[in-house]
């Protein structure tokens, strides 16, 4: 086998008659490579061995049906992710409500039309390249706002703690599944421009003089140069959360002097976030704060730092707040599990 051909996506067909194995065959080996099952059983042991980026799975067989096999295969977290397509000469709204309804992800009618199987199965091998794409863009993101955290004496759990107590605010302040899921992924990059901070400055025990604060502040500006002129929707928010998370509800934050609803809200959501976890952290230079004098603190700050109503949102959900700070806590998290829990 050539380089190029062990490159091509593999799929699996499954179908107890040799005659439709022999039919796809003819119409996809040029294309990708394949692998064949004539039952339910095979294919399972089949997906085991060599794990497909796609299957073509005939409903009606022998033993187990297309229908069972798919159920095993979503129950299963190895495999649930590999997109399914039922080809078949089942007919009627029940049997292909019941296709999806068990994880597949279309329909070929039999007997096929090699167009029609050529171009579903280039559809949905487009869309596992672009989540595989999107997760590459979230590892990335992640990792960098962990290296930020590591320059800065983090232990890294904290980019993950902030991350999870941003997605539930966001929730709380009525964005979308979808949006607030993005959220958790760009906020981590909150502090990357940490990278461009002198070590002297940046881990200086004692408190900054005037000029090393002023430097200290271009982290913001450093993070969206960083981040800035992105095609990725992702990264333009991480932008986004980079460049507002220190603005102040009353104008006096940085870098942009920003107020009210001026600062987007990723970045609103962001700073009540971040700062709740720093304070409830123990950092090398301070203890952990107790849970009541953080919320206070935050509290007195509604209205000049924070917006006011994340504020009141944040109290809201403290309960789930503090199930996920338990969760994530910097000594119930080994390093092998933290690669889990992104």
Not at 77 to 90: R, S
Not at 118 to 143: C, F, G, N, Y
Request: charged content about 30%; proline content about 5%.
């Amino acid at each position: 086998m050539t380089l190029m051909k062990t490159l091509l996506p593999r799929i699996l067909i499954v179908d107890d008659e040799p005659t439709n194995l022999k039919v796809l065959k003819n119409v996809l080996q040029d294309l990708y490579r394949l692998s064949f099952a004539k039952n339910g059983e095979d294919a399972l042991m089949l997906v085991k061995k060599d794990r497909p980026n796609l299957i073509l799975m005939d409903v009606m067989m022998p033993g187990m049906t297309g229908f069972e096999v798919c159920e095993r295969l979503k129950a299963d977290p190895e495999t649930a992710d590999i997109p399914l397509i039922f080809v078949t000469a089942l007919q009627g709204e029940i049997d292909e409500e019941k296709g999806f309804d068990v994880g597949g992800v279309d329909y070929i009618s039999k007997p096929v039309t090699p167009a029609i199987v050529k171009a579903r199965v280039k559809t949905h091998l487009s869309m596992v390249k672009a989540d595989k794409l999107k997760k590459t863009h979230i590892e990335l993101i992640q990792r960098l706002g962990r290296a930020a955290e590591y320059k800065d004496n983090e232990t890294g759990m904290h980019v993950l703690r902030m991350s999870r107590y941003s997605r539930v605010l966001a929730k709380a302040a009525g964005l979308s599944d979808d949006d607030a899921e993005d959220l958790q992924q760009a906020a981590p990059m909150h502090d990357i421009g940490k990278i461009g901070i002198p070590d002297s400055i940046l881990l200086k025990p004692e408190k900054l003089t005037h000029e090393e604060y002023t430097h200290m502040q271009r982290h913001t500006q450093i993070g969206a140069e960083i981040l800035g002129d992105s095609e990725s929707g992702l990264i333009q928010l991480a932008y986004t959360v980079a460049m507002t998370h220190h603005e102040k509800w009353d104008g006096t934050g940085y870098p942009n002097g920003l107020k009210g609803d001026n600062i987007p809200l990723a970045g609103r959501i962001v700073a009540v976030a971040d700062v709740f976890d720093a304070l409830t952290s123990k950092r090398p230079y301070k203890e952990a704060w107790p849970v009541e004098k953080a919320l206070n603190v935050i509290k007195q700050d509604s209205g000049t730092h924070f917006d006011p109503l994340l504020v009141g949102l944040l109290e809201d959900n403290l309960e789930e707040i503090l199930r996920i700070k338990e969760e994530l806590s910097d000594e119930n998290v080994t390093g092998a599990h933290y690669q889990t829990l992104w």
